[in-house]
């Protein structure tokens, strides 16, 4: 399957260990076929047994959390920490809450987050946790109670220079709160243990937004390799959660109209621009369903079934929903009515047969693991401004984070040139993330 008897060694004992983890083997193999040019180049890495090691994580803790509905009836939930990479900085990365949670799940976005975050150019190893519970209905004191008893558990597993959670599906401030409630309260301690956390205890301006205004920060730097700009171009964005309401706030602002939004029941058109405000006020404020939206825009159009979404011709697409939400015939829709870039928000919402149809059709491709880093990235920020104790203006965590999409824009174009496969924004990222990390592995030795 590959070329190098190397990668085909590893992925092959891999996926004979892991049959039942698509997920997982998807995100090693798109890695691995990235890799191919950098172990040809490079014998030190297998002379290493980097690429063995680099897949099997760190260590995975697995827990059972108990808690009571407010019906008194006991409800037992599974939940997993997969803290996957240390070389470079203590594991990072969130905590997502979704009923299709599995340890396929986990793995694959503890294994996505080493990479992304060696791109942030910050010190930050890769983790990934959650659990399988379902956050969809429960009053606030079941999801307080869920948390703390989730928490009683993580927090003999985490610590500000160990492991730093966050949020991600299901896991937005409200969860954050709690779950820092009950860290405190265990270990007596008020550290940066989390990132993601209120403005009143700790949490950096511009956490919430960062990563869908990371994500056009990232578009608009490969707009402007195509001598264009978001100005006049119509925005599909799947999802209506943390990462797809700022990433239309900035697509708005940078000139760009954001047509059609989602959640996993349906979506809506707006021909006239979606309001991101409407949308905030919908998702964040009453929790309702995207179909409220009409209640707000009559004019705009309501249609059932997340996936349609796709057939909505557009310039530019942000999948911002969840893992392989856009396959390959979705791809030729979008190709075949002119789209023209497409971002990643989400941790890989396009299958490979997504991802191969957009290359092959000269769509400029952004892949999530640099293009959604902006929220990681100032998590990082927020983890300095805690160990200093200070606190930066929104502006100016802003501006980092610009900056450091920037970059990273920069290192994956930088790296795909270097090995001779000029725009090729996946194969630069997997590359670039991988350098540092094996680089790191390599200078701390094995322990024998
Ligand atoms: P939220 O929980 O805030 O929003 C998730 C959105 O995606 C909702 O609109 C939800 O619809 C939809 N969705 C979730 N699961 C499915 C599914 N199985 N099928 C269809 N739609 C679905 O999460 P975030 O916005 O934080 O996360 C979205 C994506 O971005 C995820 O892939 C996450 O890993 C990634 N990400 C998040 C970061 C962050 O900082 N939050 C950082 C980097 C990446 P519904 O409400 O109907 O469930
Ligand atoms: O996928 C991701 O990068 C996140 N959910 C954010 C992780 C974090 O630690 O901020």
């Known amino acids: ?152 558990e993580l927090a003999r597993h985490i610590g500000p220079d160990t492991d730093v959670p966050a949020g991600d599906i299901g896991t937005g401030a409200r969860e954050i709160g709690y779950l820092f409630g009950q860290y405190k309260r265990l270990r007596n301690e008020f550290t940066g243990v989390l990132t993601g956390k209120g403005l009143s205890y700790g949490g950096s301006l511009a956490r919430t937004e960062a990563t869908g205004y990371g994500v056009c920060y990232y578009m608009q730097e490969m707009l402007h390799d195509m001598d264009t700009s978001f100005a006049g171009k119509q925005v599909v964005i799947s999802g209506s959660g943390n990462v797809a309401i700022y990433a239309c706030q900035k697509a708005t602002q940078l000139g760009g109209k954001v047509i059609a939004m989602s959640d996993s029941n349906g979506y809506i058109v707006d021909e006239n621009g979606i309001d991101y405000q409407v949308i905030k006020e919908i998702k964040e404020v009453k929790r309702a369903r995207i179909k409220t939206y009409l209640d707000y825009v009559p004019s705009a159009k309501y249609v059932e079934g997340c996936r349609g979404i796709w057939s909505t011709p557009c310039d530019i697409a942000l999948p911002c929903a969840t893992q392989n939400e856009l396959n390959g015939e979705e791809a030729k829709t979008l190709i075949a009515n002119g789209v023209k ?76 040139a270097r090995y001779n496969m000029e725009g090729n924004l996946v194969a630069g990222a997997n590359i670039a993330g991988f350098e540092k990390v094996c680089e790191a592995m390599i200078w701390q030795g094995v322990a024998y």
């Open 1 to 152: 399957m590959f070329k190098s008897e190397y990668l085909n060694r590893v992925y092959e004992g891999l996926a004979a260990r892991n049959a039942h983890e698509p997920e997982f083997l998807q995100a090693v193999r798109e890695v691995f076929e990235s890799l191919e040019p950098v172990i040809a180049a490079r014998p030190e890495i297998e002379k290493n047994g980097i690429l063995e090691r680099i897949v099997e994580p760190e260590r995975i803790v697995s827990f059972r959390v108990s808690w009571v509905d407010d019906a008194g009836k006991v409800q037992v939930n599974r939940a997993w920490r997969i803290q996957f990479n240390s070389a470079i900085g203590p594991y990072k990365g969130g905590l997502r809450l979704h009923p299709s949670v599995n340890q396929s799940i986990i793995k694959f976005l503890g294994f996505e987050q080493i990479f992304k975050n060696s791109l942030t150019g910050l010190p930050m190893g890769g983790g990934k946790g959650g659990s399988d519970f379902d956050p969809k209905g429960k009053s606030d004191n079941e999801i307080m109670r869920f948390c703390q008893s989730f928490m009683t």
């Open 341 to 416: 870039a497409v971002a990643e928000g989400a941790n890989m919402p396009s299958t490979p047969e997504a991802v191969a149809a957009f290359q092959s059709a000269g769509v400029m491709f952004g892949p999530a693991k640099a293009a959604n880093a902006g929220g990681v990235a100032t998590s990082g920020l927020e983890m300095s401004q805690n160990s200093q104790r200070l606190s930066w203006s929104f502006d100016e965590v802003d501006e980092k984070l610009h900056g450091i999409m920037v970059n990273i824009y920069k290192s994956c174009k930088e790296a795909a």
